[in-house]
Structures are given as C-alpha cells and as structure tokens.
C-alpha cells in the first residue's frame, strides 16, 4: 500500500477546513443579500459534526486522511426558526458576527496550512543555518 506524505499531515484536514470556511463565507453573504426578501430562510455551512465524526472514527494520520476526503461542506438551510406572515430569520447583528468568527477560522487554518508548508520546506531544503 503507498502511502502518500501528504497523507501523514495535517494539509488534508486544513484543505477541508479553508473549503468549509470559503462557503459558510458566500453562505453568509447570500444572508445578508437577502436580509429583506420575504419569506427567505438563512443558509450555513453544517460542516463541524462531520468533520468531528470523520476525527473520531480515524485510528492515525493515515486513516484520517482517508475519512477527512469523504467530509464535503454543505449549505443547509436553518430550520430552526419559524416566521409568521412573510418575515425572516436574518438578523443582520448575527451575520456580521458570524462573518467575523469565520474570517478568524479562515485566517487561523491558512497560517496553520502555510506554517506546514513550511515545516515540509524546511525539512526537504534544509533549515538555511
């Protein structure tokens, strides 16, 4: 069995991650976008319990390598709240905060995603010392 390198890090995982952040962002964009359309019904990106799942079933990088590529992110749509007379549950103040926690995960993953890039570098070319 060939195990790839990148199998054995955490790029996978962090691939994932960024994907799920990039469309909870244009999911919360089409929220704001339609803050004023009746009848409309916020959107997210329920991707968390899947990704814990796909962690918790892996027995090492390897094997989670493998169950992280079946974990795709989805725009699902909220069914939580339930609105009288042609309203919806956008609350701009929620959207925003929301937009802000995202944009820190996305940040927080991609410096996780470079610093790997660079323990890979290092290790191939040498630390430069």
């Known amino acids: 069995m060939k195990i790839d390198f990148f199998d054995r890090s955490r790029i996978p995982l962090l691939d994932k991650e960024l994907d ?15 803050m004023d359309t009746p009848d409309y019904k916020r959107i997210d ?13 892996s027995t090492n990088d390897v094997d989670l390598s493998k169950q992280v590529e079946d974990v795709d992110p989805q725009i699902e ?18 959207e925003m905060a929301d937009l802000a926690k995202n944009q820190l995960q996305f940040k927080m993953a991609s410096q996780l995603m ?16």
Not at 25 to 30: V, Y
Not at 77 to 94: F, K, M, R, W
Not at 115 to 123: A, V
Request: a negative charge; hydrophobic letters at 35%; glycine letters at 8%.
């Open 20 to 34: 799920a952040f990039a469309l909870r962002n244009r999911a919360i964009a089409s929220n704001i976008s339609n």
């Open 77 to 94: 749509i909220d069914q939580s709240s339930v609105l009288p007379g042609g309203g919806n549950d956008v609350s701009i103040e929620q």
């Open 114 to 129: 470079s610093e790997t890039f660079t323990l890979i570098d290092k290790s191939i070319n040498g630390n430069g010392d």
């Open 45 to 57: 990106v329920d991707f968390q319990k899947e990704l814990s799942s796909a962690i918790a079933d």
